[in-house]
């Protein structure tokens, strides 16, 4: 069973930057979705962006401020988040997605999942 484990969480001002980490068990990468989502209170999680064969998708409330990246050797995926906004405050899950078909940008696609990092940030 693959584990993963997020770290990078923390609490920023408006405008600042964080690196969220996700260290996998396993031999997770190829050609698997892996992605991040986020989940604001009272609200549905929802998808933030994904990789897959190297190939790198954004929706588009973060497209040009985040960048998702993972490091084979580490089995480590990334998540480079820079002019941070209030909006962006969640926890921030991990996933990946192990012999499942399904668009990438879908939650029910992943088949395996992080315990999630809050990120806080104030304006």
């Known amino acids: 069973q693959v584990q993963l484990v997020e770290s990078g969480g923390g609490s920023v001002q408006s405008g600042g930057s964080l690196r969220l980490s996700c260290a996998a068990s396993?031999?997770?990468?190829?050609?698997?979705?892996m992605g991040w989502f986020r989940q604001a209170p009272e609200k549905e999680r929802e998808w933030v962006a994904n990789i897959l064969a190297g190939t790198t998708y954004y929706d588009d409330s973060v497209k040009g401020r985040f960048t998702i990246s993972q490091d084979n050797a580490k089995n480590t995926l990334y998540l480079e988040m820079g002019s941070l906004k209030s909006e962006d405050t969640a926890i921030y899950y991990c996933?990946?997605?192990?012999?499942?078909?399904?668009?990438?940008?879908?939650?029910?696609?992943?088949?395996?999942w992080g315990q999630g990092t809050q990120v806080t940030v104030s304006s």
């Open positions: 396993g031999d997770t990468f190829g050609n698997n979705c």
């Open positions: 996933a990946v997605a192990i012999r499942s078909s399904g668009s990438c940008r879908y939650r029910t696609t992943y088949t395996d």
